[in-house]
């Protein structure tokens, strides 16, 4: 039992480099959604999906473009990597019940990602 | 925005002490979940709550929903070197169909 798989576990760019971070479930989850974490920020949303075909911004999506071509895929792609992008990355799923009852989010192990 | 503020962002606690961490919004919640990040982990999903006034036990953990389901806490007791690590509260956002964080509470556990 897979759940959330995100891919890779560690990388190092440097600036002005693009990548993309991929997160894939296989729990037919409706609901994807991407979040960093900083040192004393917690975890800010940045992108996040209702449903194939369907992306919206979150807290921080400056920097970050998102699709959701399928439903068990979900990648960020960073497109000029700044040092201020350096983080830990989690994706995240639920299966959404209805509107203001969530069920709970599964987390991938996360990436931790270094901008030089 | 839909802001999630958690309180206090740093605990210590003596081995079989309690801890008290408390989540408040400025806005009604629908519904409020708490996670657990062990140092190095992901966020791992503890509990909803839905219900004002709403109580919930898991052992030694005690989840309530304010009456006016603005506020929130978790209040672990006799602490153990096991329950070291973040605890986040999450609510939806403004149109319900997003999952924001409080800024979590780091609990230490002394020997």
């Known amino acids: 039992n897979a759940g959330v798989t995100q891919t890779p576990k560690f990388q190092v760019l440097k600036t002005g480099q693009s990548m993309t971070l991929q997160c894939a479930q296989d729990?037919?989850?409706?609901?994807m959604s991407w979040y960093r974490q900083d040192p004393g920020m917690g975890l800010r949303l940045i992108h996040y999906?209702?449903?194939?075909?369907?992306?919206d911004q979150g807290e921080v999506p400056n920097g970050y473009n998102v699709s959701r071509s399928t439903t068990e895929d979900f990648p960020l792609r960073l497109l000029s990597a700044a040092p201020s992008q350096t983080s830990v990355y989690f994706c995240?799923?639920?299966?959404?019940?209805?509107?203001?009852?969530?069920?709970?989010?599964?987390f991938g192990n996360g990436t931790r990602l270094t901008v030089t | 925005g839909q802001q999630v503020m958690q309180i206090p962002q740093y605990q210590h606690v003596q081995e079989g002490e309690d801890f008290t961490t408390y989540c408040n919004s400025s806005?009604?919640?629908?519904?409020i979940q708490w996670y657990k990040q062990r140092p190095g982990g992901h966020p791992v999903f503890l509990i909803q709550?839905?219900?004002?006034?709403e109580v919930k036990k898991q052992k030694r953990l005690t989840f309530q929903f304010g009456e006016a389901k603005k506020n929130s806490s978790l209040h672990i007791t006799a602490t153990q070197t096991t329950d070291v690590g973040t605890y986040f509260c999450?609510?939806?956002?403004?149109?319900?169909?997003?999952?924001?964080f409080g800024k979590g509470t780091r609990l230490h556990i002394l020997p």
């Open positions: 995240a799923s639920s299966s959404t019940a209805s509107l203001g009852a969530y069920s709970p989010l599964h």
């Open positions: 729990m037919n989850h409706e609901y």
């Open positions: 999906s209702v449903g194939a075909g369907i992306t």
């Open positions: 806005t009604t919640l629908s519904n």
């Open positions: 709550l839905v219900k004002s006034g």
């Open positions: 999450a609510g939806p956002g403004n149109r319900d169909d997003k999952i924001i």
